[in-house]
């Protein structure tokens, strides 16, 4: 069975609830009916609830941008799977680079929080990536199969049944470079290998891989034209809906 394209928004720390539902009222009459990829828009937490209100009854679903890995607990600042399941989000993404980098999160931490969100429903987005110092030096692939096998550590195939992977190579995002279509192809054929050894080859097959690194309106085409690009995860060209929902009709 084919694998059904994702494309999905991260805003990052960007926009507020009014912008969210401006966002919103713009965007989702231009992807009314499309049904081709489905749609995830990760705003700040402080936005989730206006998005979920807004989305409801279209095709998009709505993402949180992180997690806390215990059910409850005295974590002051943090938001645990049952809360963002209570309110209605399906999506969450896990281990970006941003919180790997300024966050101190560890491959460990991306396990735990991997491991929350699959027992919990939701569906995770993990994201992986080399920064250039390693990509220089001849390490992606090191990185992205210990980035990867940290991440699935013990965790069943059956239990990652709605995993999704976006390899993001870090000098790519913001920058406005993006990786080539050929060079996001190789990571991501990759990072399929280590799902095979760490879940089954048939769990692999089936497995989304999305690309992310200065997606835009110009460049998503030729990324999808790759077998092994499975989506999009996007960022600054997310937060414009005109831009967005171009990536979506790539
Ligand atoms: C991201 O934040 O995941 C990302 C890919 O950002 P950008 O598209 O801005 O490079």
């Given at each position: 069975m084919p694998r059904k394209p994702l494309i999905a928004a991260n805003w990052k720390m960007y926009k507020n609830p009014t912008q969210t539902l401006a966002f919103f009222q713009e965007f989702l009459p231009m992807v009314a009916g499309h049904t081709r990829d489905e749609i995830v828009v990760c705003p700040p937490y402080i936005d989730l609830y206006v998005a979920i209100a807004e989305v409801k009854g279209s095709l998009v679903a709505v993402g949180a941008q992180d997690l806390h890995w215990e059910k409850e607990g005295a974590y002051t600042g943090e938001i645990c799977?049952?809360?963002?399941?209570?309110?209605?989000?399906?999506?969450?993404?896990?281990?970006?680079?941003?919180?790997?980098?300024?966050?101190?999160e560890t491959d460990?931490?991306?396990n735990f929080k991997l491991k929350a969100a699959l027992e919990a429903g939701?569906?995770?987005?993990?994201?992986?990536?080399?920064?250039?110092?390693?990509r220089e030096a001849g390490l992606t692939e090191d990185v992205l199969r210990r980035q990867c096998l940290r991440a699935f550590h013990a965790i069943s195939a059956k239990k990652a049944a709605k995993l999704i992977v976006a390899y993001e190579p870090v000098?790519?995002?913001?920058?406005?470079?993006?990786?080539?279509?050929?060079?996001a192809s190789e990571a991501h054929s990759l990072i399929r290998g280590e799902a095979a050894k760490a879940f089954s080859p048939v769990f692999s097959d089936n497995l989304r891989i999305l690309y992310g690194g200065s997606v835009k309106p110009e460049n998503v085409k030729?990324?999808?034209?790759?077998t092994?690009?499975?989506?999009?995860?996007?960022?600054?060209?997310?937060?414009?809906?005109?831009?967005?929902?171009a990536i979506v009709k790539y």
């Amino acid at each position: 069975m084919p694998r059904k394209p994702l494309i999905a928004a991260n805003w990052k720390m960007y926009k507020n609830p009014t912008q969210t539902l401006a966002f919103f009222q713009e965007f989702l009459p231009m992807v009314a009916g499309h049904t081709r990829d489905e749609i995830v828009v990760c705003p700040p937490y402080i936005d989730l609830y206006v998005a979920i209100a807004e989305v409801k009854g279209s095709l998009v679903a709505v993402g949180a941008q992180d997690l806390h890995w215990e059910k409850e607990g005295a974590y002051t600042g943090e938001i645990c799977p049952g809360m963002l399941l209570d309110i209605g989000c399906t999506h969450v993404i896990i281990g970006h680079s941003e919180r790997r980098q300024y966050f101190g999160e560890t491959d460990d931490i991306v396990n735990f929080k991997l491991k929350a969100a699959l027992e919990a429903g939701l569906t995770p987005i993990v994201c992986v990536g080399e920064v250039l110092e390693e990509r220089e030096a001849g390490l992606t692939e090191d990185v992205l199969r210990r980035q990867c096998l940290r991440a699935f550590h013990a965790i069943s195939a059956k239990k990652a049944a709605k995993l999704i992977v976006a390899y993001e190579p870090v000098w790519a995002i913001g920058t406005g470079k993006t990786a080539t279509p050929q060079l996001a192809s190789e990571a991501h054929s990759l990072i399929r290998g280590e799902a095979a050894k760490a879940f089954s080859p048939v769990f692999s097959d089936n497995l989304r891989i999305l690309y992310g690194g200065s997606v835009k309106p110009e460049n998503v085409k030729g990324l999808m034209a790759e077998t092994e690009i499975d989506g999009a995860l996007v960022g600054g060209a997310s937060l414009d809906p005109k831009s967005f929902a171009a990536i979506v009709k790539y």
